[in-house]
Each structure stands twice: as structure tokens, then as C-alpha cells.
């Protein structure tokens, strides 16, 4: 049987682009499924696939040279994790953090970073102590230069969660972490919004350092509301201007 001819003038679909510039090679070990999660985490948390982006299995196993099989698992994870939805379109859309999904994902991270504050209190040790002291002097030095505090500010917090010493605890933070990923401007062009910050984690980390659990507790979950504050008016401003709205 003959195939059809193309009609004159007629185009093929271009292939979708891949977003990613290096595709990172398959770890040795690494299931495919894996795999496939791993680097859609990486495409989610670095930018390269943004908040309300439409991701199709077909596209994403043949950027990664993989079957569909895996990329559908990975997908599945990755649902579950809350950095993807699916819908009546064919594949997952990356998700977008609206007032409401902030406000859900503040009052989790509020209550984990609390515990993580309290826990560090009890269990971090003086070189620990001694490492979160030296981060706090470093975002100092850099109170002028926004996207260094960012870096900083990660630093720190991910300094404070392994100094809790609780595997389980670090593993939901992180998840957290992934999530404020999908938020593409930092809350520090808000005038101020820096130095309050720098004066919390310092209350957060005096605490720490005198092993009072309660007030390092009291004082990040104080530290995280403040941040959701911030947060919800940047939303704002955003929607005002009609310009998009990383976390601090």
C-alpha cells in the first residue's frame, strides 16, 4: 500500500526543543525511572521548565532517550511530591503557586522549620553552631547583593535542618525546598525584607547556640510567617503589574 504524499507546501510538526542545555547522564545504578524524576526536579528547581508549563511523556523520553514507560513513573512521583499536576491534557503541567497553595505550603514549612529550629537546639554541636555563626557573618557581607543573599539564605536554612540530626525531618524539608523552587523571584526587592531576615535567623541561631529548643522553635516559626507576609505581597504587586511572581 502507498503511503500519502505531502501536499504541496505542507510542513512537519517541528519536534519540541528540550529545555534542558546539558541532560545529565544516567548515574550508575540509577533506574531509569529515577533517573527521569531526577532530572525533571533539576529542569523544575533551575528554571529551565517553569511554573505552568505543559509537559507531554512522549517529549520528555525522547529528550532523555529513554522509553515512555519510566518518564510516566517519574511523572507519578513527581505528582505526588507536589511539583506536578495532571489534568485533562495529555501529560502534566509544572504547578503554579497561587495565594492559597502558598498559604498551605507556609503553614507546613512553618511547622517543620519550627521543629527543625527546636531540634537543632537540642542536637547541634559547637562545630555546627560555630558553621551557622560564620554563614550568618558572610549574609553580612553581603546584605547589598540580592542574588548572593538568595544563595545565603539557602545555605543557611540547609545548615539548620542538618543540625537537627533527624533524617526524616531533612527529607521533608527538602520536599519544601523543591516546592519554593517553583517561585522565580526572590521576596528580598522588598525594601527592608532582607535586614528583617538577617535579624530573625540571628534570634534563630542565638537560640541554638544556648540550646533554648523552645525559643529557636518560636522565633522561626515567627521567622516563616514573616517570610509568607513578604511572599503574599510580592503576589501583589505581581498581579498588579501583571509580571510573574526564589523564596527566601
Do not use: C
Not at 88 to 109: F, I, K, T
Amino acid at each position: 500500500m502507498t503511503r500519502p504524499r505531502k501536499k504541496s507546501g505542507e510542513r512537519r510538526a517541528e519536534p519540541r526543543p528540550s529545555p534542558f542545555d546539558v541532560v545529565t547522564r544516567q548515574r550508575s545504578g540509577e533506574g531509569l525511572g529515577d533517573f527521569a524524576a531526577r532530572v525533571l526536579r533539576d529542569g523544575i528547581r533551575g528554571g529551565s521548565i517553569l511554573p505552568g508549563e505543559h509537559l507531554r511523556e512522549a517529549d520528555v523520553a525522547r529528550w532523555l532517550g529513554i522509553s515512555r514507560t519510566p518518564v510516566r513513573e517519574a511523572f507519578h512521583r513527581i505528582v505526588s511530591e507536589g511539583l506536578l499536576v495532571t489534568g485533562p491534557w495529555n501529560g502534566a503541567m509544572v504547578v503554579e503557586l497561587d495565594q492559597q497553595r502558598l498559604v498551605e505550603l507556609y503553614a507546613v514549612r512553618e511547622a517543620l522549620e519550627g521543629a527543625a529550629a527546636s531540634l537543632a537546639a537540642q542536637h547541634a554541636s559547637k562545630a555546627e553552631i560555630q558553621h551557622l555563626f560564620q554563614i550568618a557573618e558572610s549574609e553580612e557581607a553581603a546584605r547589598n547583593d540580592e542574588d548572593s543573599l538568595v544563595l545565603i539564605n539557602a545555605e543557611l536554612h540547609q545548615a539548620i535542618y542538618s543540625a537537627t540530626h533527624n533524617r526524616y525531618l531533612l527529607q521533608s524539608l527538602n520536599a519544601i525546598a523543591d516546592t519554593l523552587g517553583l517561585l522565580r523571584h526572590s521576596t528580598f526587592v522588598i525594601p527592608g525584607s532582607a535586614d528583617q531576615a538577617r535579624k530573625e535567623h540571628l534570634d534563630i541561631l542565638r537560640a541554638i547556640r544556648d540550646g533554648n529548643s523552645a525559643k529557636a522553635e518560636k522565633a522561626a516559626r515567627l521567622h516563616v510567617s514573616n517570610a509568607l507576609a513578604f511572599r503574599l505581597e510580592l503576589l501583589r504587586r505581581s498581579v498588579e503589574t501583571k509580571a510573574p511572581a526564589i523564596a527566601r
